[in-house]
């Protein structure tokens, strides 16, 4: 369960800074913190239209919307390499720039996407009503 300070101080973060985008891993994620942090969407007392930008760590999904990360790819690969303990138990870098290049595949055909990044992009009362149904069945 996620503390209720917690989901006070991410609200008013998102009100404080006027966010008109929200990032956060795709609810269907296995891993509990990526569920947790989706579970904050439950309550979310925002009345603006913010767009909730789900990004891909684990689920196999198709995306609804794409960015060519091509020219970032190598600046990534070091930023998964910060996470040493995760490393110690799999090769994500491997693992998530695997994925970016069978994203690329649903990119324009060009030679300049080699990789990709898969997003769901949803209006944030939209977003609250799939983490209701299903967190909550």
């Given at each position: 369960t996620i503390d209720t300070k917690i989901k006070?101080?991410?609200?008013?973060?998102?009100?404080?800074?006027?966010?008109?985008?929200?990032?956060?891993?795709?609810?269907?994620?296995?891993h509990q913190d990526h569920q947790n942090i989706n579970k904050l969407f439950l309550d979310f007392k925002i009345k603006r239209n913010i767009k909730v930008w789900c990004y891909q760590i684990y689920s196999q999904l198709k995306g609804n919307y794409y960015v060519n990360i091509t020219d970032c790819h190598k600046q990534k690969r070091r930023m998964i390499k910060f996470y040493k303990s995760e490393m110690r138990i799999r090769n994500w870098e491997s693992f998530i720039m695997s994925l970016n290049v069978i994203h690329s595949r649903y990119m324009p055909r060009s030679p300049e996407v080699r990789f990709a990044e898969m997003y769901f992009i949803f209006d944030i009362k939209f977003y609250k009503k799939l983490c209701n149904k299903f967190f909550k069945g």
């Amino acid at each position: 369960t996620i503390d209720t300070k917690i989901k006070s101080k991410v609200e008013q973060i998102i009100k404080d800074f006027r966010a008109d985008i929200v990032f956060t891993p795709f609810l269907t994620d296995d891993h509990q913190d990526h569920q947790n942090i989706n579970k904050l969407f439950l309550d979310f007392k925002i009345k603006r239209n913010i767009k909730v930008w789900c990004y891909q760590i684990y689920s196999q999904l198709k995306g609804n919307y794409y960015v060519n990360i091509t020219d970032c790819h190598k600046q990534k690969r070091r930023m998964i390499k910060f996470y040493k303990s995760e490393m110690r138990i799999r090769n994500w870098e491997s693992f998530i720039m695997s994925l970016n290049v069978i994203h690329s595949r649903y990119m324009p055909r060009s030679p300049e996407v080699r990789f990709a990044e898969m997003y769901f992009i949803f209006d944030i009362k939209f977003y609250k009503k799939l983490c209701n149904k299903f967190f909550k069945g």
